[in-house]
């Protein structure tokens, strides 16, 4: 079955620096990607999807790449700010005679004011 | 706001007792997923209706059963709790049947089993 690997510690950084989150995963290559972010007690909430024919995608202060050679999802963050601390999760969307979704277990992420 | 709502918020019971959640996906959307959150084991697909048919399946646990009513309103059946069953339980609906369509979660109902 599929494996999602995500930092598994938290992600601390400064007010204003890029944050950088990893998802990997083994298996099969997945025909989307998907990043939500939770905050605590509440339902994710979407925020990027990916092809596996696009390199990079952006949305504001978001970009999220995909390389299906290495395996690799990066999620970034630019100038970010406290109000980005939360956790980030990625979503696996396999396609074809079996459709899944497949969530990683996520990474928190704390901005440091 | 995402326009999911799932009762009740908290529930909390006995081993061996029954519950029922409940889930009223966004205006417009066709398909509920319902998924089970603990902490060591992160989002777990259980299963997937489109249109009040059954149109994916994940580890969804025989003593667990789905169903999407004509209002396109959703209901999860547990039975026979045990005290791993103790999670989040988030329900969430897109627009269409394919799971590559972003998907909008509710606020989850929090099951206790004592």
């Known amino acids: 079955s599929q494996k999602i690997e995500q930092n598994s510690e938290a992600l601390n950084i400064q007010e204003g620096k890029t944050a950088t989150l990893t998802c990997n995963y083994t298996?099969?290559?997945?025909?989307?990607l998907q990043w939500y972010r939770q905050d605590p007690g509440r339902g994710p909430v979407f925020l990027l999807l990916?092809?596996?024919?696009?390199k990079e995608k952006r949305k504001e202060r978001l970009k999220v790449t995909f390389d299906t050679t290495l395996k690799q999802s990066l999620f970034h963050i630019t100038a970010s700010q406290p109000a980005d601390s939360a956790t980030y999760l990625c979503?696996?969307?396999?396609?074809?005679?079996?459709?899944?979704?497949?969530f990683g277990t996520g990474t928190k992420l704390q901005v440091i004011p | 706001d995402s326009g999911v709502t799932q009762t009740p918020k908290h529930l909390i019971t006995a081993t061996g007792q029954r519950v029922t959640l409940r889930c009223s996906p966004r205006?417009?959307?066709?398909?509920v997923y319902w998924y089970q959150q603990s902490l060591d084991q992160g989002l777990q697909f259980l299963i997937q209706?489109?249109?009040?048919?059954?149109?994916a399946k994940g580890n969804i646990l025989e003593r667990f059963s789905a169903q999407q009513f004509p209002d396109l309103h959703s209901e999860l059946n547990l039975s026979s709790l045990e005290l791993g069953d103790s999670a989040l339980y988030f329900c969430?609906?897109?627009?269409?049947?394919?799971?590559?369509?972003?998907?909008?979660f509710g606020d989850g109902t929090r099951l206790s089993i004592l």
């Open positions: 969430a609906s897109s627009a269409g049947a394919r799971p590559n369509q972003p998907q909008h």
């Open positions: 298996n099969y290559s997945p025909a989307y």
């Open positions: 990916i092809r596996e024919n696009e």
């Open positions: 979503a696996l969307v396999r396609t074809g005679g079996y459709q899944k979704v497949t």
């Open positions: 205006s417009g959307d066709l398909s």
């Open positions: 209706y489109y249109n009040g048919e059954e149109r």
